[in-house]
C-alpha cells in the first residue's frame, strides 16, 4: 500500500513539475514590444483600446508582449505589433505621405525595414502604430482592429 501511495505521489509530483516547467517555456513566448508613454490624455483611450483589440487579427492569434504593458498587443507566428500612444511620426508633417482609410480609420502608411509596414493612425485623439512584417504582404491586417480603434480612440476633426 505505502509503495502505491508512492507512485501516486511520484506521479503528482512529476505533474506538477510537468506543468510548472510548461509554464515557464509558455512565458517565455512572449513578443518583445518597446512599450510607448502615452501622453496624460492619451492612457486611458489606449488602455481601453487594447481591452476591445480582437483574439485574432490576420488569422493570428494574440500574444502576450514583453514588457507587459496596458499599451501593447501582439498577434501570430510572425507578430503584428500594436502600441498605442505614440508620439506623433515626422512623416505625418509631411502632406505627400503615403496614407489611407480602411474601414473608417486614416492611416499614415510607411515602409519599415525587412519589407514590412508600419501603420500610425492619423486624425485621433491617440496615435496607435501597427507593424505588420513582410509575410503578411499588404496593411490587410488593419481591417481587423479598424472597430477596436474607432469604438475607443475618438476621431479629430481635420483643420479646415
Known amino acids: 500500500m505505502n509503495s502505491r501511495r508512492a507512485a501516486v505521489g511520484g506521479v503528482s509530483v512529476t505533474v506538477v513539475l510537468v506543468t510548472i516547467a510548461a509554464v515557464f517555456v509558455?512565458?517565455?513566448?512572449a513578443v518583445p514590444v518597446a512599450a510607448p508613454v502615452p501622453e496624460a490624455k492619451a492612457e486611458r483611450m489606449?488602455?481601453?483600446?487594447?481591452?476591445a483589440l480582437p483574439d485574432s487579427v490576420a488569422g493570428?492569434?494574440?500574444?502576450?508582449?514583453?514588457?507587459s504593458s496596458p499599451y501593447t498587443a501582439a498577434w501570430g507566428d510572425s507578430p503584428i505589433v500594436l502600441?498605442?500612444?505614440?508620439?506623433?511620426?515626422?512623416?505625418?508633417?509631411?502632406?505627400?505621405?503615403p496614407g489611407g482609410e480602411i474601414r473608417g480609420v486614416r492611416w499614415l502608411l510607411e515602409?519599415?525595414?525587412?519589407?514590412?509596414?508600419?501603420?500610425?493612425?492619423a486624425l485621433r485623439k491617440?496615435?496607435?502604430?501597427?507593424?505588420i512584417p513582410a509575410e503578411y504582404g499588404d496593411v490587410g491586417a488593419l481591417?481587423?482592429?479598424?472597430?477596436a480603434v474607432k469604438k475607443t480612440v475618438p476621431g479629430i476633426s481635420q483643420p479646415g
Open 126 to 131: 491617440a496615435y496607435v502604430e501597427v507593424n
Open 60 to 67: 493570428g492569434k494574440r500574444r502576450d508582449t514583453d514588457p
Open 46 to 51: 489606449c488602455t481601453k483600446l487594447i481591452e
Open 26 to 29: 509558455f512565458s517565455g513566448d
Open 83 to 97: 502600441r498605442c500612444g505614440v508620439v506623433r511620426p515626422a512623416e505625418m508633417l509631411n502632406a505627400q505621405a
Open 143 to 147: 481591417m481587423d482592429l479598424a472597430d
Open 111 to 121: 515602409n519599415a525595414e525587412g519589407g514590412g509596414h508600419r501603420c500610425t493612425t
